[in-house]
Antibody, heavy 121, light 109 residues
Framework: QLQLQESGPGLVKPSETLALTCTVS??????????WGWIRQPPGKGLEWIGS???????YYNPSLKSRVTMSVDTSRNQFSLKLSSVTAADTAVFYC?????????????WGQGTLVIVSS | SSELTQDPAVSVALGQTVRITCQGD??????ASWYQQKPGQAPVLVIY???SRPSGIPDRFSGSNSRNTASLTITGAQPEDEADYYC????????????FGTGTKVTVL
């Protein structure tokens, strides 16, 4: 059974860079044709797709966040990561990592439990 | 970029049927996927493609599509179906971009 687990600081100061890692177990991040994605959810609000990455390093980002987002992959550790720069209180959210089938039909089938990141001084 | 619009909230009597809709231009090209999210939990995929359910999802969940609208139907709603539901699809630009719907809170009475 594939499992994903987010990790990283739960508190980040305004203007700094948020950095999270998703560790994949029960399967290889570099097998198959799946992409790997990040989704966030501000408290009490809806889901927002942040971006997706392939094991080769190919990335796609939400245009509204593109200038601040960097995603990377470490196949040796079976992990992929998210960096979001110049954070503000509006970036406070639960961040989820998920596996994405990026060919029709498209869907996110495995999700991490989520990690809450609070942006505050 | 695309937008997917859902009704904020719907209610359904126990054992009755409820349909949740998702509207957006991208749905003229791409099927929606649907996610159930209970408080404090991660979303769970319940419907994808034309009308496919992942293993373990009850058959009371079904999906349909028409023009720019995708629908998720719960036939014979159960107390455990009370949750937020989100649709998702690729962006209408056709590139590898994705958008989530605004979400619908389903209350089982």
């Amino acid at each position: 059974q594939l499992q994903l687990q987010e990790s990283g600081p739960g508190l980040v100061k305004p203007s700094e860079t948020l950095a999270l890692t998703c560790t994949v177990s029960g399967g290889s991040i570099s097998s198959g044709t799946n992409y790997w994605g990040w989704i966030r959810q501000p408290p009490g609000k809806g889901l927002e797709w942040i971006g997706s990455i392939y094991y080769s390093g190919s990335t796609y980002y939400n245009p509204s966040l593109k200038s601040r987002v960097t995603m990377s992959v470490d196949t040796s550790r079976n992990q992929f990561s998210l960096k979001l720069s110049s954070v503000t209180a509006a970036d406070t959210a639960v961040f989820y990592c998920a596996r994405l089938q990026d060919y029709a039909p498209f869907y996110f089938d495995y999700w991490g439990q989520g990690t809450l990141v609070i942006v505050s001084s | 970029s695309s937008e997917l619009t859902q009704d904020p909230a719907v209610s359904v009597a126990l054992g009755q049927t409820v349909r949740i809709t998702c509207q957006g231009d991208s749905l003229r090209t791409f099927y929606a996927s649907w996610y159930q999210q209970k408080p404090g939990q991660a979303p769970v995929l319940v419907i994808y493609g034309r009308n496919s359910r992942p293993s373990g999802i009850p058959d009371r969940f079904s999906g349909s599509n028409s023009r720019n609208t995708a629908s998720l139907t719960i036939t014979g709603a159960q107390p455990e179906d009370e949750a937020d539901y989100y649709c998702n699809s690729r962006d209408s630009s056709g590139t590898h971009l994705y958008v989530f719907g605004t979400g619908t809170k389903v209350t089982v009475l």
